[in-house]
């Protein structure tokens, strides 16, 4: 029940952390499984939080292992239909726990549901390839024998993957049957064939957005809102942003924690505010609708003052 909650407040968030998230093939995403997506991996977590806020169906994830470390990391990242998987680095006494990975990837395909696994095997905050890891291949090769079972590469791009309010562009493939990547009788060979066909095809999904080329009466229209947003946020952002920066100084994870962050922070941000305001002499109303602004400008800041 949690998942579909979750989505909710997402893709609202969404709304207001990125300025456009593009799909120009939507259609792939509405499929049912059992579905393999496989995808680029340019920006940590965020990028399982984009694309499975897209699709329209429940996506699971295989996420890096030493995030459910923690306890209550673990019971909530698998809540959220998170699947870890270990590498070496993460020790190399947790890679016997991968068969309980792939072992559940198996259960969701079979119940005709969807996987998502970023086949690069690591993210390194940029949009050209890394080479290829196993991971992909051997569920593939695992599940060949299902019906229906195919395979749908994605490329996922960002215009910043540093900064506030970034436009984000997801390409799609047509699904491919598993049958078409495994020709060969050979597992080995049919890991090299599938990472060197999916390669090509995600090579050329790998599109950097540009500008979100709004209408110049649209960009007026959203300027006036869009300054009151700014100043009514700048106080909050600036404090998230610093905080968030000197956290994940060195590592990859900026994008993904400042996200998250505004995700649990804003709406207690909103609740204070709702709080202080039953202690003015303002009407309901009034008091709703100054919380009502708040998102409301945000969204316009995000599309209406660029970088």
């Keep these: 029940m949690l998942y579909p909650v979750v989505k909710i407040f997402i893709r609202l968030a969404l709304r207001i952390f990125c300025r456009e998230i593009s799909v120009p093939r939507p259609d792939p995403l509405r499929l049912y499984g059992p579905l393999l997506v496989i995808a680029n991996h340019p920006n940590s977590f965020l990028d399982a939080i984009i694309i499975g806020s897209q699709f329209r169906h429940p996506v699971h994830f295989l996420a890096r292992g030493d995030a ?3 306890p209550w990391h673990g019971l909530l990242l698998r809540l959220l239909h998170m699947v870890p998987v270990y590498r070496i680095s993460e020790g190399r ?3 016997a726990l991968n068969d309980h990975a792939f072992e559940q990837c198996k259960k969701i395909l079979s119940a005709n549901g969807i996987v998502l696994i970023f086949i690069e095997g690591i993210c390194v905050n940029r949009h050209d390839l890394q080479p290829f890891k196993k991971g992909a291949a051997r569920i593939a090769i695992e599940n060949r024998s299902l019906p229906n079972f195919r395979i749908l590469p994605l490329g996922i791009a960002y215009d910043s993957l540093q900064e506030f309010g970034k436009t984000v562009r997801l390409d799609v493939a047509e699904p491919v049957a598993a049958v078409t990547m495994l ?3 050979d597992d080995a060979k049919n890991r090299q064939y599938f990472n ?3 390669h090509k095809i995600i090579s050329s999904l790998v599109r950097i957005p540009g500008g979100i080329g709004k209408p110049v009466i649209a960009q007026y229209l959203l300027l006036i809102p869009g300054i009151i947003g700014y100043i009514l946020h700048i106080p909050l952002y600036r404090l998230l942003n610093k905080l968030v920066r000197e956290a994940t100084r ?4 900026y994008d993904s924690v400042l996200f998250g962050t505004l995700l649990l922070v804003y709406p207690l941000y909103l609740m204070m505010l709702a709080l202080v305001l039953s202690f003015t002499s303002l009407s309901a109303i009034a008091a709703f609708t100054i919380i009502l602004i708040h998102p409301f400008s945000a969204c316009c800041a995000v599309r209406a003052i660029h970088r």
Aim: zero cysteines; aromatic letters at 24%; glycine letters at 6%.
């Design 68 to 70: 459910f470390n923690r």
């Design 93 to 95: 006494e947790n890679l």
């Design 183 to 185: 020709p060969f009788a």
């Design 196 to 198: 060197d066909y999916a």
């Design 250 to 253: 060195g590592t990859v994870f």
